[in-house]
């Protein structure tokens, strides 16, 4: 079975542009969540999608948004990029809903925004 | 009163020694929390996790225990060895809430 997968692995942009992530989940599962990790601050929650409905947001800007479609693959968007959106973007994704299973991640998407 | 604390942000034993992780939560609903190990350029996986219902869980080498009254729970491995260097983080999620992080610890097992 293979695993959560996700694309591109690897980005720089500059600031003020755009960007969109992919995440493809483990067939069957259908939540996905999204966490932003930096050094010092571990894994922060960005959001979480089941069924194509976003279930929680964490305390992010309104820049940072996501979706998910019928097959279950989500995409995350972050609009006007700033320096500090530099980081490694994971996705997660789990046969129920995340608070209560076991989170299955990505490889992540490294950002660098200049 | 979601967020979770973790302590200490690095910790260096000697290889054969034990090793503790405590983190404390403030939301009293949380009745789920996992840990994950992260090793250096990897992704995190799940390691060992315990649900309120239950003080303690062992799995070989590494245990967890829950004290609900105090909202802390801890990770215990003993006999450390080399390859259990990695970055750990706690987590708690309950009901319908989101699954939370600590900040991580970086644990250094030396030969």
């Known amino acids: 079975k293979a695993g959560v997968t996700q694309t591109p692995r690897y980005l720089i942009k500059t600031r003020g542009q755009q960007v969109t992530l992919s995440c493809s989940p483990i067939?069957?599962?259908?939540?996905v969540s999204w966490y932003q990790q930096t050094p010092g601050q571990g894994l922060q929650f960005l959001f979480e999608?089941?069924?194509?409905?976003?279930?929680n947001k964490g305390n992010f800007p309104g820049r940072f948004s996501g979706r998910q479609f019928s097959n279950s693959r989500s995409e995350m968007n972050v609009s006007t990029l700033e320096l500090g959106d530099s980081a490694l973007y994971l996705c997660?994704?789990?046969?129920?809903?995340?608070?209560?299973?076991?989170?299955?991640f990505g490889e992540g998407s490294r950002l660098t925004v200049l | 009163g979601e967020n979770v604390e973790q302590h200490p942000s690095t910790l260096s034993v000697q290889e054969g020694d034990s090793a503790v992780i405590k983190c404390t939560y403030s939301d009293s609903a949380s009745n789920y929390f996992p840990w994950y190990k992260q090793e250096l350029g990897k992704r995190p996986q799940l390691i060992i996790d315990?649900?309120?219902?239950?003080g303690e869980k062992k799995d070989q080498r590494i245990a967890v225990t829950l004290n609900k009254t105090a909202k802390h729970f801890s990770l215990h491995i003993t006999e450390t060895q080399p390859e259990d260097s990695a970055v750990y983080f706690c987590?708690?999620?309950?009901?319908?809430?989101?699954?939370?992080f600590g900040t991580g610890t970086r644990l250094q097992v030396f030969p």
């Open positions: 999608y089941f069924s194509e409905t976003q279930r």
């Open positions: 997660a994704s789990s046969l129920a809903t995340g608070e209560t299973g076991e989170l299955f």
């Open positions: 315990i649900r309120s219902n239950v």
């Open positions: 067939s069957g599962h259908r939540s």
């Open positions: 987590a708690r999620g309950g009901g319908t809430d989101k699954l939370i």
